[in-house]
């Protein structure tokens, strides 16, 4: 097939949901392309196509001496009819990824900034595809590389990979409007450094382990002695210069806040979130410092504690960022209820939105950050009361509700295997668990043998199963056996890519859900 036969094959076939189609090149196996990764580049044709079970970025070209193609690593193949057309076919690998990369500005992500944006965590590496399909019909930007160091640690990923698997998707889908690439609860310098080094542009410091929640309920006097060992160093005040910026002042944010802090309000939240500030400030000057020409952004994540976030800490904390000079774009505090992972939210929602609101009036009266939600997934009750409220930006994190989907088009195409990995991961469950805000009664779930074929995507919505599912998903990824091969994760992505457009159309669809409150 010559170059013009192939670009009239092109233009002839059309696809609203990128449907690869078959074709034959230069005399070799039939492979079935995806008609919107096909781009032209100094007579260089790329696409994407999937050979077998197997993907490859193709370039196709007519000049052997074209500069373009001896960038990429692959294998050629020359026209068997004696004219001279070529076919370069190249793994999707990150050698491959970083020289796609340089060609087109649009396989590089950005930062999103102040607009609506979901963080579609995939641990798998091969949902990205579906999650953009999912995010093009509303305003929201797409986060598509987002891993934890945690997760990383539990599925043995790289940084690499996780952007290699966002990079080809945007190219697959040909996706031009701009992705994001989030590094995920960083804790330290190092971290910052290995994802940095990957090209991810959104870094998310979480200090965590330097919130006291205790300060909550502790006596006064307890307060003081903690006040007294605080990092004031890193802080750059004391006690004296600090509080007079907050006693007996009121700050209005809306009609319906009105702030005006005692001494003890202010001891209790500096005592919580005081040595957060200033570990915040050492990751920052770190990002700024070393790297002054990275264009990168910074979210700040103080949800994984036990103690809520009081309007008045919400404001004291972001205006004592403000006070050391730390830019960022977003926050996530911690919500009143309960935000467990893998299921909806637990709590009043009337409560929720009325705290929701106040947050909200604070960040509106700094004007240069949003809220976060983190736990985001399948939070379907609480997306609809911030889906009402107009006029503010949002950001969604979600993480394991992706792998679950996977795990739901095993119970449907392949149910014998799925059964398999439920009874694996009910037994790890006690184990696994203790990471992770969670909440499931084992007590609750049958042996899998016990569920007939039909019972199982019913699973799906029962809170115990998702949960004892979701935080399994390290072992399940990893675990081998004795013979040193996967237990699991090369059935599961074999299967995947075998029922790839069932597994597309699950996600399209699950995320859609998470969306369409925000219209």
Not at 310 to 331: A, D, M
Not at 374 to 400: E, Q
Not at 427 to 450: F, G, M, P, R
């Amino acid at each position: 097939m010559d170059k013009l036969n192939f670009k009239q094959q092109i233009l002839s076939y059309t696809s609203r949901d990128n449907t690869p189609f078959k074709v034959n090149l230069l005399g070799k196996e039939e492979i079935k392309v995806y008609p919107n990764s096909i781009k032209e580049f100094n007579d260089v044709i790329f696409f994407i196509a999937k050979e077998h079970k197997k993907k490859y970025l193709f370039l196709y070209y007519e000049n052997i001496a074209n500069k373009i193609h001896p960038g990429f690593e692959g294998v050629i193949f020359s026209s068997t009819n004696g004219e001279n057309h070529f076919i370069k076919k190249c793994n999707l690998s990150t050698y491959n990824r970083r020289a796609l990369q340089n060609i087109f500005p649009f396989a590089n992500a950005v930062t999103i900034g102040l607009n609506n944006s979901f963080g579609f965590g995939d641990r798998l590496g091969l949902a990205n595809p579906a999650h953009i399909r999912s995010v093009l019909n509303s305003d929201f930007k797409p986060i598509l590389a987002q891993q934890s160091i945690r997760e990383l640690t539990r599925t043995n990923r790289t940084p690499a990979e996780v952007m290699d698997a966002a990079v080809w998707a945007v190219f697959q889908e040909g996706y031009q409007k701009g992705f994001g690439a989030d590094a995920d609860h960083l804790k330290t310098n190092d971290d910052i450094d290995l994802m940095l080094a990957n090209g991810f542009r959104m870094f998310t410091f979480d200090p965590s382990e330097y919130v006291i929640n205790e300060a909550d309920h502790i006596s006064e006097t307890e307060l003081d002695k903690r006040i007294n060992n605080l990092n004031w160093k890193g802080l750059k005040s004391n006690i004296k210069e600090l509080s007079a910026q907050y006693l007996d002042i009121e700050f209005v944010f809306s009609e319906n806040l009105v702030i005006k802090s005692d001494l003890i309000s202010i001891k209790r939240a500096l005592v919580k979130y005081g040595n957060a500030v200033a570990h915040i400030k050492i990751l920052y000057d770190h990002l700024v410092t070393n790297y002054p020409d990275y264009d990168s952004e910074v979210e700040i994540s103080v949800d994984e504690t036990e103690s809520v976030t009081t309007p008045f800490e919400h404001f004291f904390f972001v205006k004592e960022l403000n006070r050391l000079g730390i830019n960022f774009i977003s926050l996530a505090p911690r919500f009143i209820g309960d935000f467990e992972k893998g299921i909806d939210y637990k709590g009043d929602l009337d409560l929720f939105k009325q705290e929701y609101l106040k947050h909200l009036a604070i960040t509106k009266y700094f004007g240069n950050y949003k809220i976060s939600l983190h736990s985001g997934s399948d939070k379907f009750s609480v997306y609809k009361v911030i889906g009402s409220i107009k006029g503010a930006y949002t950001h969604i994190k979600t993480a394991g509700t992706s792998y679950l989907e996977a795990l739901k088009v095993m119970a449907i195409k392949e149910p014998n295997f799925f059964i398999e990995i439920l009874d694996y991961c009910t037994a790890l469950y006690e184990l696994e668990k203790k990471t992770y805000h969670v909440s499931a009664d084992l007590n609750k779930i049958k042996t899998a043998k016990d569920y007939s074929n039909e019972e199982l995507e019913p699973l799906f919505y029962d809170d115990n199963v998702r949960q004892v599912l979701h935080v399994t998903f390290g072992r399940v990824l990893t675990d081998k056996t004795t013979n040193g091969e996967y237990k699991f994760k090369d059935r599961l992505l074999d299967y995947l890519n075998t029922y790839e457009d069932t597994y597309y159309k699950i996600i399209e669809i699950h995320f859609q859900k998470h969306l369409d409150p925000f219209k």
